[in-house]
């Protein structure tokens, strides 16, 4: 895909995911927010390896990590807000 697209797409992602955030985060529930954190640290980590020090067993290391947090964090979305939940699924496929 050209780059542009790519900014499009992601820039549309993360509006959802904060808009999720939102919706969710009510009633000051921090662990949703510190696996909310935890997931984007993880992805951009893992862009670093992968895209920066070409380690590819980190990179997959990482991208296992970002996996079950990010699975984690739609399934509590989900049990928060169904709406939520089906919003958050959309970066949980990408």
Do not use: A, E
Not at 24 to 45: A, D, E, G, M, P
Not at 62 to 80: E, G, Q
Request: one cysteine or more.
């Amino acid at each position: 895909l050209p780059v542009w697209l790519q900014f499009m797409i992601w820039c549309l992602i993360y509006i959802t995911m904060g808009s999720s955030l939102v919706k969710v985060i009510y009633k000051k529930k921090y662990l949703i927010l510190f696996l909310y954190f935890i997931q984007i640290i993880t992805n951009f980590i893992r862009s670093l390896y992968l895209y920066k020090k070409h380690d590819v067993n980190g990179s997959l290391f990482m991208s296992f990590f970002y996996l079950l947090s990010v699975i984690m964090l739609n399934s509590m979305f989900y049990k928060r807000s169904k709406k939520s939940g089906q919003i958050f699924f959309i970066y949980t496929l990408s």
